[in-house]
């Protein structure tokens, strides 16, 4: 292995400038050239590295938060334990890369290049090739953006994917063993013969992926999102599949009546909808305040004008549903799915007692997913929003003021005429 080349910290500022120079296109600059560097340790943060080249650097434990490495080749980087937070690294050339406990929370990969790679190397003697399968085990990349990243063949064991976005993720013959995938959004990802024994893919949306040749043997998707012909392929026979009820559509009627004698205090009996498969009914108008509906199917459902307030809708199936003027007050709804809905006036604001108590009940809506839903002129005051995503959503004119938007993201969408007083805006995603 040919020795990495040292830099003294003047040296590598001048690197610096002379690559920030390149990219404002100042004559006589040239772009940074780190390739093969020992640049363990080094402090890099904030800093703009866009089609720059680390291949084979050392950048063990280096600090690279907010850092764009946009189009940029780290072709076999050493990124073991380095922190990436919130790094930019579209289209990121890292074939071969070894990114072993790196931290990648945040962290924009879309298009990344994470396959195997061969390393050419010249020791003064002769040319050494090595092959190198590109490592991202044990890694952190919750709310990481992986959309379209290309990871067929990487060794991608025990690491933390929770909520991050994989949609169209090429992951062929990975080995993803007892990863965490905990309401990741996977759409059309590739997964054929990968293996994904003993992961954790509870709450994932996993319409439209591969799964051809792949092993999920006792791999946990309960509360995941699953196209009905998906459920029968022979690679879950041995996962923990969602178990839905559907002979609860068949007794909706006599439900509501007893569920509204309940909250009369009429006898009856409190409405419980888990696990439910209610996708495509028409419920406009029932009042289910204070129902327990976790995890229910109710894609493309009709509950304009419906009353929901206080209902757990914890993991639930909303993609399509139309809840337009829906009274959500109070309601629950952690780790929901609501993309392409309609909340078109709906209320998701704070419901406060009529007692003496004055008690407050505020809607909880953390890492619940609005991907392109439509919410003009919705109320989400005082919601807590933390890690939920409205990308590309219509909020205009809705009410946000107040709201816990701590790391929601808010990439693509419309927030023309949005309330926002007393919302800080500063620890969400705008692009």
């Avoid at 379209?148 to 994917?161: E, I, L, R, W």
């Avoid at 062929?172 to 990741?184: I, P």
């Avoid at 204070?290 to 993609?319: F, P, Q, W």
Wanted: glycine fraction near 10%.
């Amino acid at each position: 292995m040919a020795d990495l080349k040292t830099i003294t910290p003047a040296e590598l500022a001048e690197v610096v400038r002379q690559h920030q120079g390149m990219l404002k296109g100042r004559g006589g600059t040239r772009r940074a050239n780190l390739s093969f560097h020992d640049l363990a340790n080094e402090r890099l943060s904030n800093l703009d590295f866009s089609n720059s080249d680390f291949s084979g650097a050392n950048l063990q434990h280096a600090i690279l938060t907010r850092t764009n490495f946009t189009r940029a080749t780290l072709f076999c980087a050493d990124l073991r334990v380095a922190n990436l937070r919130r790094a930019n690294m579209t289209r990121c050339d890292l074939r071969g890369a070894c990114m072993r406990g790196t931290d990648l929370t945040d962290a924009i990969m879309i298009d990344a290049d994470m396959r195997e790679g061969v390393l050419g190397i010249h020791d003064g003697k002769e040319s050494l090739y090595e092959h190198r399968i590109a490592d991202i085990s044990a890694a952190i990349a919750p709310r990481a953006d992986f959309t379209g990243a290309k990871m067929s063949s990487s060794f991608v064991a025990q690491t933390d994917f929770t909520d991050s976005i994989l949609r169209n993720a090429s992951l062929v013959g990975a080995d993803m063993r007892n990863c965490l995938f905990v309401g990741a959004q996977m759409e059309g990802a590739d997964l054929s013969g990968s293996n994904l024994t003993g992961a954790n893919l509870s709450g994932a949306n996993l319409s439209g992926v591969t799964l051809g040749k792949a092993n999920l043997s006792g791999a946990n998707l309960t509360g995941a999102i699953i196209d009905p012909r998906a459920m029968l392929a022979p690679e879950l026979k041995e996962a923990i599949l969602p178990k839905l009820d559907t002979t609860i559509a068949g007794r909706i009627d006599d439900i509501l009546l007893a569920h509204h004698q309940w909250t009369n205090g009429d006898g009856g009996a409190q409405a419980n909808l888990s696990n439910a498969d209610l996708g495509g009914l028409d419920l406009q108008g029932v009042n289910l305040a204070a129902a327990v509906m976790t995890a229910v199917v109710l894609k493309a459902a009709n509950l304009s004008t419906s009353v929901l307030s206080m209902v757990d809708l914890s993991g639930a199936d909303l993609r399509g549903a139309n809840l337009s003027q829906v009274d959500m007050r109070g309601v629950r709804m952690e780790r929901a799915t609501l993309n392409g809905a309609n909340l078109t006036g709906a209320d998701l604001g704070p419901l406060v007692s009529t007692g003496a108590s004055g008690r407050v009940w505020r809607s909880a809506l953390s890492h619940a997913r609005f991907r392109r839903a439509d919410l003009a002129g919705a109320k989400l005051n005082e919601a807590d929003l933390k890690g939920a995503s409205f990308d590309g959503a219509n909020l205009r004119d809705a009410d946000l003021s107040k709201a816990n938007v701590a790391d929601t993201s808010f990439r693509g969408a419309d927030l023309t005429g949005a309330k926002l007083e007393g919302t800080d805006m500063t620890v969400a995603y705008l692009d």
